[in-house]
């Protein structure tokens, strides 16, 4: 009898700590804000339908992320925000003075040469915008595949019929909120079959 009471009282301290404790919020998790394309989800797709029409069920995480690392050549990216260039001299400097140049007179010359460096500074900004976007949907890319691996034996694994599905069924959901956001959904709820019917055959 005194084992069963303090049992029971130790139920009720153990429910009321964590019922009314006052840091509560802080295991709360924070939804982040993805930034992930329909381009790249639609490689994702992609990538997993070629494994699946060769029946091929489980991929290590680990090279499916170096895979994807290679898509988006994140190593010449980062060599590119880095020095301004990539490798094997490709690409142009990034000049750290980017004002405008300005023109001394106006002959053909400097209106050439001002268009050409108007033109490479265009061209660098343009790049490291493509480089910043490549980055930033690789470590998106890579979030997910993390996310939807499992551990076996310690390794992470990836099933790709789960990720198709789990595309798919995130592609069905945005689909149905698209239509819910549309003005005329309330119409077309209302609207009756045999009218629906009747509107189709007169078109």
């Known amino acids: 009898m005194p084992l069963l009471i303090c ?8 429910f009321w700590a964590n ?12 939804r982040k804000q993805s930034y992930v394309t329909n381009e790249s989800i639609k490689m994702l797709t992609m990538f997993c339908s070629n494994y699946n029409h060769e029946k091929i069920k489980a991929l290590k995480a680990v090279s499916t992320i170096k895979t994807f690392r290679e898509r988006f050549f994140v190593k010449e990216n980062i060599q590119y925000l880095l020095f301004g260039q990539f490798k094997k001299g490709k690409g142009m400097p990034v000049k750290k003075d980017t004002k405008e ?24 900004q343009n790049q490291i915008e493509d480089s910043r976007y ?4 690789f470590r998106e890319l890579k979030s997910i595949l993390l996310n939807l691996s499992y551990n076996d034996n310690g390794k992470k694994t990836l099933n790709v019929e789960i990720i198709a599905d789990v595309l798919d069924e995130l592609r069905r959901e945005r689909k ?10 309330e119409e077309y709820i209302d609207l009756d079959l045999v ?6 055959e007169k078109e």
């Open 101 to 124: 140049t300005k023109l001394r007179n106006m002959k053909t010359e400097n209106l050439k040469d001002y268009k050409n460096k108007e033109q490479e500074l265009e061209e660098v």
């Open 195 to 200: 009218e629906g019917e009747n509107l189709d």
């Open 7 to 14: 049992g029971l009282a130790s139920d009720f301290y153990y």
């Open 19 to 30: 019922n009314f404790r006052s840091n509560l919020k802080q295991i709360i998790i924070v």
């Open 176 to 185: 149905t909120k698209m239509v819910l956001a549309d003005a005329d959904i």
């Open 134 to 137: 490549k980055i930033q949907q």
